[in-house]
């Protein structure tokens, strides 16, 4: 089994910044691409940026340009750095995970969500 957990979410001023983070634990082969998504209240979720294992990245349109999306050296967590934020941001924000195991077909997780809001 995999976990994925997050941290980083909280209340920021509209302008302000805020780093997520996500970390993948237990017993898998490899973490593949890796990507952050979200979803407001009463909306689809929605995907904000990815990143594969080979560090290649692309963002919505709407968060290009403030948004951020980096691994570490383990490859096992992901961060979303968000900058000049806009209270349109305010979402509950979801860590994905593509993984091999050590056995069958690779598996999408997810993490549990956290919020982020931007207040005027």
């Known amino acids: 089994q995999v976990q994925l957990v997050e941290s980083g979410g909280g209340l920021v001023q509209a302008g302000g910044s805020l780093r997520l983070s996500c970390t993948a634990s237990?017993?898998?082969?490899?973490?593949?691409?890796m990507a952050w998504y979200r979803q407001a209240l009463g909306k689809e979720r929605e995907l904000v940026a990815t990143i594969s294992s080979g560090g290649s990245t692309s963002y919505a349109c709407s968060v290009k340009g403030r948004f951020t999306i980096a691994r570490d050296n383990t490859k096992t967590t992901v961060y979303l750095k968000m900058s000049s934020l806009k209270p349109e941001d305010t979402s509950v924000y979801y860590c994905?995970?593509?993984?091999?195991?050590?056995?069958?077909?690779?598996?999408?997780?997810w993490g549990q969500g956290t919020q982020v809001t931007v207040s005027l």
């Open positions: 994905n995970a593509d993984v091999d195991r050590h056995w069958g077909p690779a598996v999408d997780y």
């Open positions: 237990g017993d898998f082969f490899r973490i593949n691409a």
